[in-house]
């Protein structure tokens, strides 16, 4: 629950400008994970509503050089017509004002006929694919509405998949943990060599759970190392880029552009500081910053631009940190683990502690994971870094 709505003055929204939508095109999914935080209902962004999000873009873009529109869900394939007019539109508004547009979109890869890749092709979207692993680890949780099992449709269609060079990104469970590095695998043998991996917080982890996972972490760290060795091309985000993003955060001051450069707008054109605030809190009015058709609400949108802030440097909580810091002072940066850590998510705070300025306690145990196993292993993937994945122009 908010406690007030009164950001600090440097915090006001006016001073920042927007540089990133995305668009829930539709709410409609045509399948039913577990685990999905995303309300499954009928709406579909109107054109009208469409019209107005790019037009709020472009009206508060200010002197950003490049724009960015995610597609998102639900399923964004399911509206391929809207994602072709929205895309024209906003790259013959980017035109005009001598600006860059790139859009993206996160799929779950089951509706990818020729049809909708030859789309993604020509507007040059960059693809995330949500994936669970295994076919069997990802049939546990990621269902058709009938009930069965998503992954033979993921196969069916895998040589246009390969053609998208997408990111995939592997939902962890405590189920699907101890097959982390195996899925990994199985991917990269099949030309899939761009992955991540996100942890799903809100599961049931136990203290036996958490430990599998910290093993499946470390086996897959030493896949990645010895993967580079041979040159291979395959990297996992998380792993490798970790510290250049912890350094960012530290520098940035902001752990994501959540509210500040980015919202999204959900079917009806209501706007939230991200996506995760959608689908956490689909019909709740306090976690609105605004409406496309109206604008803005101020007040609403600094306080989140000040929540991402403080929930960035006040620390995960878990009692890493030199006693005589306050939780005012930036206590990350006093951390022996932040070179290794990602700052909470505020969207994921809020949805676990009804606060999104503090961290749930499953998050310090994340924290900790992950951190400790990247300086366990940084001194190994340092001397064999790539290049970064390109970017789509």
């Known amino acids: 629950m908010q406690q007030h709505l009164e950001p600090r003055p440097d915090f006001r929204s006016e001073s920042h400008s927007l540089s990133a939508l995305t668009m829930l095109l539709t709410e409609q999914c045509n399948l039913r994970c577990t685990y999905c935080y995303i309300d499954k209902n009928a709406k579909r962004m109107s054109r009208e509503t469409a019209e107005r999000s790019i037009d709020f873009l472009f009206a508060h873009a200010g002197d950003e050089k490049q724009l960015a529109i995610c597609f998102f869900g639900g399923e964004p394939l399911l509206a391929p017509d809207l994602l072709d007019y929205v895309a024209t539109e906003a790259k013959r508004r980017a035109k005009e004002a001598h600006k860059v547009m790139v859009f993206s979109i996160t799929t779950n890869a089951t509706l990818l006929t020729e049809s909708r890749v030859a789309l993604l092709q020509k507007h040059r979207v960059g693809v995330t694919v949500s994936l669970d692993g295994l076919p069997e680890e990802h049939d546990r949780h990621r269902k058709l509405v009938n009930g069965e099992g998503s992954f033979q449709l993921i196969e069916r269609n895998l040589e246009r998949l390969v053609s998208l060079s997408p990111t995939i990104r592997l939902t962890v469970t405590p189920e699907t943990a101890p097959s982390l590095q195996k899925s990994v695998a199985w991917l990269v043998e099949r030309g899939l060599t761009k992955i991540s991996f996100s942890p799903v917080f809100e599961a049931a982890w136990d203290e036996e759970t958490l430990s599998t996972y910290y093993d499946a972490l470390g086996s897959l760290y030493r896949y990645q190392v010895e993967g580079l060795k041979r040159d291979a091309s395959y ?129 310090r145990v994340f924290s900790q994971i992950h951190a400790s196993l990247h300086l366990d292993h940084r001194s190994d993937l340092v001397p064999l870094r790539l290049p970064a994945p390109e970017q789509h122009p």
């Open 235 to 363: 990297r996992v985000g998380n792993l490798f880029n970790l510290e250049d993003e912890m350094t960012s955060v530290m520098g940035r001051g902001f752990g994501c552009g959540a509210a500040r450069k980015m919202v999204a707008i959900d079917a009806q054109g209501f706007m939230y500081p991200c996506h995760r605030f959608v689908g956490y809190f689909r019909n709740a009015e306090a976690q609105r910053i605004g409406h496309v058709a109206s604008g803005f609400d101020v007040d609403r949108r600094g306080y989140y631009i000040e929540s991402c802030h403080r929930s960035t440097h006040t620390g995960c909580g878990s009692g890493l940190f030199e006693a005589k810091v306050t939780p005012e002072e930036k206590q990350c940066t006093t951390c022996s683990l932040s070179p290794g850590c990602g700052s909470a998510c505020m969207a994921v705070n809020e949805h676990m502690t009804g606060d999104p300025r503090k961290p749930d306690p499953i998050h």
